[in-house]
């Protein structure tokens, strides 16, 4: 396999695509239905902890069971009106059994994925390496939506995502595992000492800790080096698209916007051009 990706060119982006395409789809579930999950495990234990009964309990949900469904007829999705982004632009938006419209959400976020995931191949070449920035690509996306629809960055997507960075960095994927150990440890403890340094000015919270696990995770990955430049893109971006929020939609400042979306998009762009941005930077203010 790896001799036909280096002999046809276009095979390997055209697989990326495909499989970005796929997953994105995948990806609309999990975004949808793991905050359900979550919620329903959360009534249980209170339920068990308060020893009281559970009213009208939620039927079982999971990531593959109940089959996909029209959330307004409940008519199952066929397998063919279930092919990302071209079967929404074949049912013109709707719903194949009511005409419900269809969120365009759903193909947005599949065509998203797919050309996230194909933009990796012209800056790794089929190793190691590639199969852990697609895995990684993939989490920072579900964690963005989750996190906009719910300011909430599950341990279920955080937590695994710390020990996979290290993981990779068992041999030195990108960077070598003291690097990668440091990264997870500092990128906690540093938004961590942030939030408790504004609780205690302010008596508010500023982020939440799935932000601390985000970050720690980033550093898992990609090091402690690269943690300053995650932490000014993300302010940066946050602080634009906040003040834009506000003067479009006229928020006020005591409304809360989600920290998590920019992180990951600020931990992506750090993937892809980090070294090159630092090294930029060095070479500007002469510190290299």
Same mark, same amino acid.
């Given at each position: 396999m ?16 495909c ?6 789809s995948?990806?609309n ?33 999971g ?9 307004? /007829? ?10 990302p982004?071209?079967?929404?632009? #074949?049912?013109?938006?709707? /719903? ?7 969120s ?6 599949? *065509?998203?994925?797919?050309? @996230? ?17 697609? *895995? ?31 993981l ?20 906690? =403890? ?10 205690? #000015? ?12 985000? =970050? ?27 003040i #834009?929020? @506000? ?17 990951a998009?600020?931990?992506?762009i ?5 070294d090159? =941005? ?8 002469? *510190?290299?």
């Amino acid at each position: 396999m790896l001799q036909v990706f280096d002999q046809v060119s276009w095979f390997l982006p055209l697989c990326l695509l495909c499989l970005g395409l796929l997953v994105g789809s995948f990806l609309n579930v999990v975004i949808y239905r793991l905050p359900l999950m979550m919620e329903t495990r959360w009534r249980s234990d209170c339920c068990e902890l308060l020893e009281v009964e559970q009213e009208n309990p939620a039927p079982p949900l999971g990531l593959a069971t109940p089959n996909s469904h029209c959330p307004h /007829c409940k008519a199952a999705i066929k397998p063919w009106q279930n092919i990302p982004v071209i079967s929404y632009l #074949a049912l013109g938006g709707k /719903c194949a059994n009511c005409a419900a419209p269809i969120s365009w959400r759903y193909p947005a976020i599949e *065509l998203v994925t797919g050309l @996230m995931t194909l933009s990796l191949a012209w800056y790794f070449a089929p190793s190691a390496a590639l199969v852990g920035a697609v *895995l990684l690509t993939w989490a920072l996306i579900a964690l963005t939506m989750i996190d906009v629809d719910h300011q909430l960055l599950p341990d279920d997507i955080t937590l695994p995502l710390i020990w996979l960075g290290l993981l990779f960095n068992l041999g030195g994927t990108y960077v070598s595992l003291q690097d990668a150990v440091i990264g997870a440890m500092a990128g906690y =403890l540093i938004l961590w000492s942030i939030y408790w340094l504004f609780k205690l #000015a302010t008596g508010k919270e500023g982020m939440g800790y799935g932000d601390f696990k985000l =970050l720690a995770a980033l550093g898992a990955w990609m090091g402690w080096q690269l943690l300053p430049l995650i932490i000014l893109l993300s302010s940066l971006v946050g602080a634009v698209c906040g003040i #834009a929020l @506000m003067v479009i939609k006229r928020r006020g400042k005591e409304i809360p916007i989600p920290f998590g979306p920019y992180l990951a998009m600020a931990g992506w762009i750090a993937l892809l051009w980090g070294d090159a =941005l630092l090294a930029r930077y060095m070479g500007a203010t002469g *510190l290299n």
